[in-house]
């Protein structure tokens, strides 16, 4: 029997390439080794997105973003969180196992904070109970479908650690295994994009590539990326400049190593070297947006996936529940 591997995908956004290589490529490679669970986390984008019609679409637009990247929902499960009422009935009941300690910890909350101190607010001004407790409800994502492996960078392990600890919590008062303890599958290598400026590729930065704007846009956007002052008969070193390094994500390798040889021999400007970035990252992303607009072209069979995602999903979750329950004296 395959291990059970769970992503969770928070819907806040346009999805850039920044996503597309870091999470959305290294997530799906998941399904050929483990028996994989996808789901689009809505309750914990309440959070921070309070418009209704925004979130709406955000949820749409990732879940087709993710189908159009290649995710198969035949061979694996893909599910709303807001479709699984057993998870926020598991999070309940983690809630009398953790501390509060704990969530005094967790780097969100403590981030807040620190931000609220720095502008000389109340320490807990603007904090919801929503963000204080994402640690319980991340750990029911998790656990309720006896997760073994959690794909997480190094900066979310502290979410995994925590889920082991409620876990743990819970198997060591009732004395038996009730509970699943997930590992964190750490992606050492994750890939760091580059943003139109140089740094990580963020939303948060304004520096994105988007992974479905037309191809005029994402030409444009392409031609905004920075450069330094080099003349075009200057030699140019490939390893040192992002323009290279987004190419070698979307090149085979005879094509590297032929616009790394212009590169270093002189004679080609900053623009040329664009316009050979943007041939191949459209080549790559024209089938990826036809897809896509094809699936936001029909909302209700997007909703009918999910909604069968959900279905297969429910009663796994349910059997979880079940057992903390009769461990608990519940039932």
């Known amino acids: 029997m395959k291990k059970i591997s769970l992503t969770g995908i928070k819907p806040t956004g346009d999805l850039h390439i920044g996503n597309y290589f870091g999470a959305i490529k290294p997530a799906l490679e998941l399904a050929k080794e483990y028996d994989a669970r996808y789901f689009i986390a809505d309750y914990h984008a309440l959070n921070t997105v ?138 050492e290598d994750s890939a760091v994009i580059p943003g139109l400026d140089g740094r990580k590729m963020s939303k948060s930065y304004g520096n994105i590539i988007p992974l479905f704007e037309n191809e005029k846009t994402l030409r444009k956007t392409i031609m905004r990326i920075t450069t330094n002052s080099q003349t075009v008969e200057e030699p140019k070193n490939p390893d040192e400049s992002q323009i290279f390094m987004l190419y070698k994500l979307f090149a085979d390798a005879d094509e590297q190593a032929a616009l790394a040889s212009r590169y270093r021999a002189g004679g080609m400007g900053w623009g040329e070297a664009k316009e050979e970035l943007f041939r191949v990252v459209n080549r790559t992303l024209s089938p990826i947006r036809e897809k896509y607009d094809a699936i936001m072209a029909d909302i209700p069979s997007l909703d009918k996936i999910l909604a069968q995602g959900a279905e297969k999903a429910r009663p796994i979750a349910s059997a979880t529940v079940k057992r903390f329950r009769k461990a608990a004296g519940v039932d």
């Open 50 to 187: 309070k418009d209704p019609k925004e979130l709406n679409l955000c949820i749409r637009q990732v879940a087709a973003g993710w189908l159009a990247s290649g995710l198969d929902p035949d061979k694996v499960i893909f599910y709303r969180q807001s479709s699984i009422p057993e998870v926020f009935e598991l999070a309940t009941m983690l809630m009398a196992f953790t501390a509060k300690g704990l969530m005094n910890r967790a780097h969100a909350y403590k981030a807040a904070v620190q931000e609220n101190s720095e502008k000389g607010d109340d320490t807990d001004a603007g904090i919801n109970m929503g963000l204080f407790t994402y640690p319980v409800l991340m750990a029911a994502d998790i656990i309720i479908f006896d997760s073994d492996i959690v794909p997480v960078g190094k900066d979310q392990v502290q979410h995994i650690e925590m889920a082991q600890d409620m876990a743990q919590s819970v198997n060591a008062n009732y004395k038996q295994q009730v509970l699943k303890v997930p590992q964190a599958g750490v992606q």
